[in-house]
């Protein structure tokens, strides 16, 4: 089952890469890159709430996922962080 209203963010250390749902009859990804200040995050979250967004998955390897993990729980988006280190790990005919 697909899930409807989910967005991806890649963080790092100097900005954030935001993969959005796709927007209705538009075939080009939706794809927006964040710094990683505090306007910048809260940009971003600003801009998951208009895309109509109700779940995050972000993936980080270092303690940069911190900030804005508070933020978007604060504005009641379901977050699940992963771990990159540990999904290179993951075969790829797991996932299919």
Do not use: K, Y
Request: proline share 5%; glycine share 8%.
């Amino acid at each position: 089952m697909l899930r409807p209203n989910v967005a991806g963010i890649d963080l790092g250390s100097r900005e954030q890469w935001v993969c959005g749902p796709q927007q209705d009859g538009d075939e080009q990804p939706n794809v927006r890159q964040f710094g990683t200040t505090t306007g910048q995050l809260r940009l971003l979250a600003h801009w998951l709430q208009d895309q109509g967004v109700v779940s995050v998955a972000m993936e980080s390897t270092h303690a940069h996922w911190i900030p804005l993990h508070e933020l978007l729980e604060e504005r009641r988006f379901e977050v699940l962080l992963a771990n990159a280190r540990q999904l290179m790990n993951v075969p790829t005919t797991s996932c299919s």
